[in-house]
């Protein structure tokens, strides 16, 4: 079990507070994503979580028991932190036992998850090594293994693939949400990284300056988000948000547009503009236009190679199904 | 290219001649000392015998024999360690504290702490002889102990301090998430991690003991006394036996310097490798 549940909880450092009053409920088996720009409070939040920070009010509730006063070791959770936080004077075996260790587990049964954890995560054959003579990815798998041996009833992520290359992040970011259905455990996972976020939760929790600005599933924040700040921030590439002229036709403050629901034509269309940088991924083609008014350059996304050259004339049409309103205050408008 | 690698060849050599001159420097006053406490008291005095004399071992022989050295070496080494070990036990946990879970006052206490040591011993001679003799502890270990490891701890703590801050915060708080307690953490990551600061701390908390001299000489007699005592009592006001004088002192220092020799090479050394990134 692990239902973890925040009730107005605070945290200030001196006299400036990162995390004005926030509540949030995270299910058993959920896998949340913490996502938001950096110094958005989602570490410090994770950290409360976790009791490795104090919440300066409120209360922590793990499976309805207020852990609020409990130190970090006796809440039961298992955190992987973005530098790894390997022991470096252990093995990988000694590193992945100690918690077991520390919990008093029998050798047998040490040995018999030590030997499960090393065979799903690739490390029976570096169990003898130190730290320092692993990779960053085999480190990074060696700090899961630490965290799944004891059986936690959730798991802490602290933007754990972060100092990793971009191909190992891919590869890892399959293999915990792999383990994440294999397991069904509760997950808090915190990232900087939308796509991280879009591809492995159940549930994201989009985090401006310590404010849930949303919550809810990947499809939800990508197809309603609740408001400017969210639609900017989840997708890839962003939304285009349009101000002006162009938003008051629609009797908007802002409307907003996503690339992929923009169809380009160099006849006829109906936003004119010309066509600056063109990014070819060979699967997308993601054209940069200028000279549309409220929203310039605005992206749009084409899907193969589609030839357009540097200043060429073209015509804007988005799909109207697809546009999306808010007021003056940011607020989504239906 | 030529040129570079030219000037730095160069530049080497001046480096090592000048890393030469400065260590002769350094042990030209052991030399002397030893060689003098080689030397006759009368030898020693008189110039013409500065390198070229009879050596003789009378000045270490007298030592052992009239002064009882074995007795002073004794209590140096039983004051010295039993003050580093305490100054250890009290400082490990200080400084883990203060790395790890710094309050506001940390800072101003490190300060504070250092401030004592700015402090002349003169001004609290008084209350201490006062305060040892009124407890019955004048001439004790056991007090002999206490100060040494006292006036050591503020040295003790900044040096710990220094090297617990190097390691990263996230192992001893994968530490917290993994269960252990504060105990376990000291025990089981702290300690074998710091491990070659903490060796250079024992080393040179140790190597100030040993080398004390204001308060061992001025609170023991007999029973408690120190080398430092055995040197003070040999020291003749006229500026006499200058050969037993160098003997004491040479057997006084001699174990502290080979103990240093043989740990240089332990101390240098880093385990936090790999830990993060």
């Known amino acids: 079990m692990g239902r973890i549940v925040l009730e107005n909880v605070t945290k200030s450092f001196g006299s400036t507070e990162v995390i004005p009053p926030l509540n949030l409920t995270i299910e058993d088996g959920e896998f949340a994503v913490f996502v938001g720009p950096s110094g958005c409070g989602k570490s410090t939040l994770l950290r409360v979580i976790a009791g490795l920070e104090d919440a300066t009010s409120g ?189 008051e036709e629609q009797a908007a403050h802002t409307i907003g547009i996503r690339p992929e629901h923009l169809s380009i034509s160099d006849k006829e269309g109906l936003w004119q503009g010309t066509v600056g940088v063109a990014e070819h991924l060979g699967s997308d083609t993601f054209i940069h ?7 310039d350059p605005m992206t749009m996304r084409a899907a193969g190679d589609v030839s357009f050259n540097h200043g060429d004339r073209v015509y804007l049409t988005p799909d109207a199904t697809q546009i999306h309103k808010f007021d003056a205050q940011g607020l989504r408008v239906e | 290219m030529a040129i570079v690698a030219q000037s730095s060849k160069y530049g ?19 030399f002397w000392l030893v060689l003098t406490s080689f030397k006759t008291d009368a030898d020693a005095v008189k110039p013409e015998f500065l390198f070229f004399f009879t050596p003789t071992l009378e000045n270490y022989l007298n030592m052992t024999e009239n002064y009882d050295y074995w007795r002073f070496a004794t209590n140096s080494v039983i004051t010295s360690v039993f003050a580093t ?8 946990p200080c400084a883990y504290a203060m790395a790890f879970k710094p309050t506001r006052g940390t800072k101003d206490l490190l300060m504070w702490m250092l401030s004592t040591k700015m402090l002349p011993a003169a001004a609290v001679l008084y209350p201490m002889t006062f305060l040892t003799k009124s407890l019955g502890l004048f001439d004790t270990h056991f007090m002999v ?29 994968a530490g917290q998430m993994d269960g252990v307690n504060t105990w376990g953490e000291i025990r089981e990551i702290l300690i074998p991690l710091a491990w070659g600061g903490i060796a250079s701390t024992a080393l040179l908390c140790f190597i100030f003991c040993w080398n004390e001299a204001y308060w061992t000489v001025r609170l023991t007699t007999t029973e408690a006394a120190t080398l430092s005592k055995l040197i003070e009592g040999n020291r003749a006001p006229e500026g006499l036996f200058f050969g037993r004088l160098s003997a004491v002192s040479a057997a006084a220092v001699g174990p502290i310097i080979v103990l240093g020799w043989f740990c240089q090479k332990q101390l240098v050394q880093g385990l936090t490798f790999g830990a993060v990134k």
Request: hydrophobic content about 50%.
């Open chain 2, 85 to 92: 070990v305490f100054a250890l036990a009290v400082g490990i």
């Open chain 1, 289 to 295: 236009i200028h000279g549309i008014e409220g929203c």
């Open chain 1, 59 to 247: 209360k922590v509730l793990i499976d309805d028991e207020d852990v609020t006063e409990i130190s970090p070791s006796k809440r039961g959770l298992a955190m992987v932190f973005q530098t790894y936080a390997l022991y470096p004077h252990m093995s990988v075996r000694k590193n992945i036992a100690f918690p077991m260790r520390m919990a008093g587990m029998s050798e047998e049964e040490q040995e018999k998850r030590i030997t499960a954890a090393a065979n799903s995560l690739n490390l029976t054959d570096y169990l003898d090594r130190k730290p320092g003579q692993l990779s960053g990815g085999q480190r990074q798998r060696v700090a899961i293994g630490r965290a799944i041996v004891r059986d936690p009833s959730a798991f802490l992520f602290d933007e754990p693939l972060s100092n990793l290359d971009a191909a190992l992040r891919v590869g890892m970011r399959l293999e915990i949400t792999e383990m994440h259905e294999r397991m069904k455990t509760t997950m808090i996972y915190v990232t900087h990284d939308q796509v991280e976020a879009m591809t492995m939760a159940n549930k994201i929790v989009v985090l401006q300056a310590g404010v849930i600005e949303q919550v809810g599933s990947p499809l939800e924040l990508y197809h309603r988000p609740r408001n400017k700040f969210v639609a900017g921030f989840i997708g890839s590439p962003k939304m285009n948000l349009i101000e002006g002229a162009l938003a």
């Open chain 2, 12 to 30: 080497d050599i001046g480096r090592a001649i000048l890393a030469w001159a400065v260590g002769l420097l350094f042990f030209f006053p052991i």
């Open chain 2, 145 to 173: 102990i206490v100060v040494l490891m006292l006036i050591n701890l503020p040295i003790v703590i900044w040096m710990l301090f220094t090297y617990f801050k190097e390691i990263p915060k996230e192992i001893i708080e």
